[in-house]
Every structure is written in structure tokens, then in C-alpha cells.
């Protein structure tokens, strides 16, 4: 019989989180590592129960924890991130360069194919790779050398947030970085060039149309057709049906188009979700209320989710990487909120329950469905 697994980073701590198939009775297991933020965690494809953790503190600094037990029990492996080369300056807010400083790590995002292979997004934006099992990292350098000098941080800093792997092709990967834009390689890591075509940051760049700079807060793709991208930007939903070559458009009748995540269904290529936030000042829902937008067009045509939800005054948020979808028939969605809320809908977004109540604030949910 099937289990869900659910995978919580907080403000305080990680979160481990289980039911069987029928997803009525939770039980949870956490804090671990009480006290310190865990950016993101993420399970090996290959081996769910090795799971990568980022623990992270403003004083101790970061480290790279594994459980190889399903989270029940963790050590830390390597933590050594180093630049190749000089690794210079990069552009702050002021228009100023600061020097190139490695602060944490962001994402984990497990090779599909091998247990020890894992691929690292950290701040300032890098792309690390380690081939033993995150023991031993080493960066993918020709990605800062795409205009690297340029890139400049978001509110939340400038990291490497999102790593999307191609299933059927092992050298195209897709990255996106707050606040530099998206980025693909197909040579396995070697040489890289900007997918910012069609994107437009009327608000944040001088050039509209600049070739890097662009704020881009998450991207997703369905496995079964990894050539077909979603955005969800600082402003606006994107999508490409070219890897990335063109973006177009796709707010449609949101109240928003500001938000963090966006997911797609895990049957349904065409069906995805965002959580419009009011504005880049006011990351809440509009009037309040906390509402699931999902299309089941591939963008355009949106409707509101609301049942099971708060309804008035609500005020949380939802981060970039704190959505996940299972992988049962039907198909659950996940996310979690800065307010400490886990939500789980059973139907794709029909009802939603909230499974985990006042956690510190949620930085990151993924989901494994387990056999």
C-alpha cells in the first residue's frame, strides 16, 4: 500500500511528516535540528529514504545533513562550497559590485537516475554538484560566466532557487535565480545561456527586455513533457513550450499575477497551481482571503480553490519552493505557509485540510508518494 511522505523546512527546524494512502491520520516527527532554518529538503528518486537537508543559521553558518533512513536519523556530510577561480564582484542594489560570498544552500535536487548524485542551488548564486552522496561539491563555473557581473540580488537575496533536470536528456538542465533570470545548459553543465526571451520588467530594469536581471521566482515542469515550462515571475505567469527559448504570457484572470510557487498536477500536464500574493509590498493574499488558483489549460483560464481554506482575515504567505503535489489517483497538492500551516488537498484542489498546524514558518515542502 502506498505512503506519503512530506518534507518541511521551517524557520525552526525540519519536519517530517507521513500517512498512508487514504491521507486522513498525519503523524509528525520534528523538530529536527530545532532552532536553526532548514532551507530545503528533497529525497534521492532513486532512494526515498536519503534525504537531503540544508541547515542553516546567520551565526553558525550552513550544513549539508543526510539521512539515509527516511529522516529518522541525519549526520552531516560536506559542506565545503568553493568558487572556481576569482570568483570577483557581482552587482548589488545600490549599483555598487560586492565581492562573490557563499551564504547557503537553497535547493537540493537529486540526479532521477543515480542515489549519489545531487546537484546544490546556493546564495550567491551558484550550481554545485556532488557525484558520493553530497560528501564533496564542486561548482559548475561556466553558469556565472553568463554576464555573472550583472546578476543582483532579490529582497530575499540572490540564490540559485530553482534546478529543473530534463528526465530524458541527463546534460539539459534548467536553473533560475533571484535576481538574474533563468538559465539553461545542454552539455551537461558546461556552457550555459540565458531563457529570458519574452520576459518584461517594466518595474525592475532600466531595459525592459534585458538579456539577465529578470526576477524570476520559481519554475516547474511535468516529467512526462519537460520541454513545456512554467514561471511564476515577481510579476506575471510564464510559460514556454520551447525549453525556455520564448516566454508568453499567461496571467490571464488572476486577481494577481505577483506570487512564489507554482506546481503542476502529476496526471495532468496541463493543470497547474499558483498562489497569488497582493503585491511585492504586501506579501498576503488579496482581501485576506487564502485562495489555490489552478488551470487545467496550461494558463489563461484560472479558478479560485477556497474550500477548506481561510476565508478572512489571513495574512500569511507562501514561499517560492513550499508547494508539492503527490503522485496518487487523485492527485494531492501540498503547501505550506510563514504562518505555520500545512494544507492538503485529496482531490487536486477541490477541498483542502490543513494537516499540520502551528509549525514555525514554512520554508519549503516536497512530497514523496512511496511504494
Not at 9 to 22: L, M, Q
Not at 63 to 83: H, I, K, L, M, T
Not at 332 to 342: K, S
Request: net charge negative; glycine share 12%; proline share 7%.
Amino acid at each position: 500500500m502506498s505512503r506519503i511522505r512530506v518534507l518541511a523546512g521551517t524557520k525552526k527546524g525540519a519536519f517530517v511528516i507521513e500517512s498512508d494512502a487514504s491521507r486522513k491520520d498525519w503523524k509528525i516527527s520534528g523538530p529536527h535540528f530545532a532552532g536553526w532554518e532548514i532551507y530545503h529538503m528533497k529525497a534521492s528518486p532513486v532512494n526515498p529514504d536519503r534525504i537531503y537537508a540544508s541547515q542553516t543559521s546567520s551565526w553558525f553558518g550552513q550544513v549539508v545533513q543526510r539521512s539515509d533512513d527516511g529522516g529518522r536519523s541525519w549526520e552531516p556530510v560536506g559542506n565545503a562550497f568553493g568558487y572556481v577561480g576569482d570568483p570577483g564582484t557581482h552587482q548589488h542594489f545600490d549599483g555598487t559590485q560586492r565581492p562573490w560570498e557563499f551564504k547557503r544552500i537553497w535547493h537540493f535536487e537529486p540526479s532521477p537516475t543515480d542515489a549519489d548524485a545531487v546537484y546544490a542551488g546556493a546564495e550567491d548564486a551558484a550550481l554545485f554538484h556532488s557525484p558520493d552522496g553530497g560528501r564533496t561539491w564542486a561548482e559548475l563555473p561556466g553558469l556565472r560566466g553568463v554576464k555573472g557581473g550583472l546578476w543582483q540580488p532579490g529582497a530575499g537575496g540572490m540564490c540559485l532557487h530553482t534546478i529543473v533536470l530534463n528526465p530524458n536528456d541527463a546534460k539539459r538542465i534548467v536553473v533560475a535565480i533571484s535576481a538574474a533570470g533563468a538559465f539553461r545548459t545542454d552539455d551537461g553543465g558546461t556552457t550555459w545561456k540565458p531563457i529570458n526571451r519574452g520576459l518584461k520588467s517594466q518595474y525592475e530594469l532600466p531595459d525592459p527586455d534585458a538579456e539577465v536581471g529578470h526576477c524570476v521566482h520559481h519554475i516547474a515542469a511535468h516529467p512526462s513533457r519537460p520541454n513545456v515550462l512554467f514561471m511564476q515571475k515577481h510579476w506575471d505567469v510564464m510559460r514556454s513550450d520551447d525549453a525556455g527559448d520564448l516566454w508568453r504570457e499567461v496571467s490571464g484572470d488572476l486577481p494577481s499575477d505577483f506570487g512564489f510557487p507554482i506546481e503542476v498536477h502529476a496526471h495532468e500536464p496541463e493543470t497547474i497551481y499558483v498562489v497569488p500574493i497582493k503585491s511585492d509590498s504586501e506579501h498576503f493574499p488579496p482581501d485576506g482571503r487564502l485562495r489555490v488558483y489552478r488551470s487545467r489549460t496550461g494558463g489563461g483560464d484560472w479558478e479560485a480553490l477556497e474550500r477548506g481554506l481561510p476565508q478572512s482575515h489571513c495574512y500569511v504567505n507562501v514561499l517560492r519552493d513550499a508547494m508539492a503535489v503527490d503522485s496518487l489517483d487523485p492527485c494531492g497538492v501540498y503547501f505550506g505557509t510563514t504562518g505555520g500551516q500545512i494544507y492538503m488537498s485529496p482531490d487536486g484542489g477541490d477541498n483542502w485540510t490543513a494537516i499540520a498546524r502551528d509549525l514555525p514558518g514554512v520554508l519549503s515542502v516536497e512530497v514523496q508518494t512511496l511504494r
